[in-house]
């Protein structure tokens, strides 16, 4: 991976950067993220309560530590969970330090999500993300806030804290369109209180593939439409992302020092087999965008994506294709409200694996004193 392709030349003259939608301790010790780095295939990092699930709870890569958090009387769960991914996290932000200083803080991000089942308490999320910002202790942090209602006005508040936000789950354009308004909104709010807005970042995670998943069936075989809803449906939200930029209100703010608050792409690994592998890169190459992948897409466009910027044509197509869509009967603002409940209670129910691993690790080493 230490290579430039050509494809990923492209994409970043494009205008786009590649995160790395995984982290784990052995890609941590194993030094493969430094040489991700190193070799400019990603400049940033988001994790997830799924992603930490697989990585502490689907392995033994934690045993020690969490042997080592008993030993010290550490007897929650969230905790020891807190613990065990601040560290990680910390050791990523410092390995993507040279990429945020370079980059003039725009990159070099790392990611960490409030525990899901706080989601819709705004005061409870403000006080947890600002308590894990302060844990990891980094200028590259990024807290990951659910795009629920009540999301809206946590993001609001972090921004006009200074807490760089992650928005997750977003689905449809208005969703996207409300966190943006909150995004906004944090920042003058920054600025009226004569706070400096030139650090303070945030990105829109915009969840693609899941929405052809969602929306295929609804669709007679063969279709056309088949495919394309996911891709149409981010575009449409990326159009509305050019809209704000180009508003006065926006442009105040960027004279005062304000950073844009970039689309990121998210669930871009594709998952049905009939499908390119990559799909969801190839056809959302756009400026002032970010693309999250796992490790197989990353690698899969290393080897064989093309990473040419999205045409003005495909752009305008979007609303032709979503129009089609409802049409053929497909109510995306509805099948996008379900994948919000969709995935807010995956990222639950993995998080309550995770902390049932870590309950018992804890308790098997007590047991043993």
């Not at 006005?153 to 006009?160: A, F, V």
């Not at 897409?297 to 495909?314: K, N, P, Q």
């Amino acid at each position: 991976m230490a290579g430039q392709p050509s494809s990923l030349q492209r994409l970043r003259a494009a205008g786009q950067s590649i995160w790395l939608d995984f982290i784990g301790r052995p890609l941590l010790d194993s030094g493969d993220l430094a040489r991700m780095i190193e070799g400019g295939v990603v400049q940033g990092l988001t994790s997830n309560p799924s992603i930490f699930a697989k990585a502490i709870a689907g392995s033994n890569d934690y045993d020690a530590a969490l042997e080592a958090l008993a030993a010290e009387g550490v007897t929650d769960a969230y905790e020891a969970f807190v613990r065990l991914a601040a560290e990680d996290i910390r050791r990523a932000a410092d390995l993507f330090a040279d990429t945020y200083t370079s980059t003039g803080g725009r990159d070099g991000f790392v990611s960490l999500e409030l525990p899901p089942g706080i989601e819709d308490d705004v005061d409870r999320s403000v006080a947890e993300a600002r308590r894990l910002y302060a844990l990891v202790d980094r200028p590259n942090l990024m807290i990951k806030v659910p795009g629920t209602e009540a999301g809206v006005e946590t993001t609001r508040r972090l921004i006009e804290a200074g807490v760089n936000v992650n928005n997750t789950l977003l689905f449809s354009v208005e969703q996207y369109a409300g966190f943006a308004e909150a995004y906004l909104a944090g920042l003058e709010a920054r600025r009226g209180a004569g706070q400096p807005l030139d650090r303070v970042a945030g990105v829109a995670s915009f969840f693609v593939s899941r929405v052809d998943t969602a929306v295929d069936p609804q669709l007679p075989e063969g279709s056309p439409l088949r495919g394309q809803a996911a891709v149409a449906n981010a575009l449409a939200a990326y159009v509305r992302f050019e809209e704000i930029c180009a508003t006065p209100r926006w442009r105040a703010l960027e004279e005062a020092g304000a950073r844009v608050q970039r689309p990121l792409w998210g669930s871009t690994g594709t998952k049905n087999p009939a499908y390119s592998d990559v799909l969801y890169v190839d056809r959302l190459v756009l400026p002032q965008t970010v693309n999250t992948l796992p490790l197989p897409t990353i690698e899969a466009f290393l080897d064989h994506g093309d990473g040419a910027a999205v045409s003005r044509d495909a752009l305008e197509g979007a609303a032709t294709t979503l129009s089609a869509l409802a049409a053929a009967g497909v109510d995306l603002e509805q099948v996008t409200a379900r994948l919000l409940v969709e995935g807010l209670a995956a990222f639950q129910k993995d998080f309550d694996s995770l902390l049932d691993r870590v309950r018992e690790a804890l308790g098997t080493v007590r047991s043993r004193s």
